[in-house]
């Protein structure tokens, strides 16, 4: 599987973005997806995952609430929907794909990952 991530970009805090994650390969749906994100001298971060078949969801606790991981399988295509976005959330966003049905919270849990995409909020 080869993940494409796009969509980031500047905002002023409290607007918008939504992110997309496409997929190469057979069997998009198979996989257990997940977001994370890693700000300038901080390690990388759990943000949201969802599950094989898109049959669950979990969210860090940070972002609960605000934003929404979803998955179109006919477009193999996943995206992280960031509302009420807060300068915190600055930092470079990366999809994963990972083998398996489960929820997945940790970045060792992962396969696959995509090039990360840019996301600044400013103040």
């Not at 997806?33 to 300038?40: E, I, Y």
């Not at 509302?83 to 994963?96: G, M, Q």
């Amino acid at each position: 599987v080869q993940l494409q991530a796009s969509g980031g970009g500047l905002v002023q805090a409290a607007g918008s973005l939504r992110l997309s994650c496409a997929a190469s390969g057979r069997a998009f749906s198979s996989y257990t997806m997940g977001w994370f994100r890693q700000a300038p001298g901080k390690e990388r971060e759990f943000v949201a995952t969802n599950s094989y078949f898109g049959g669950s969801t979990y969210y860090a606790d940070s972002v609960k609430g605000r934003f929404t991981i979803s998955r179109d399988s006919a477009k193999n295509t996943m995206y992280l929907q960031m509302n009420s976005l807060k300068p915190e959330d600055t930092a470079v966003y990366f999809c994963a794909a990972g083998i398996g049905r489960t929820i997945k919270r940790y970045s060792h849990e992962y396969d696959y990952w995509g090039q990360g995409t840019l996301v600044t909020v400013s103040s």
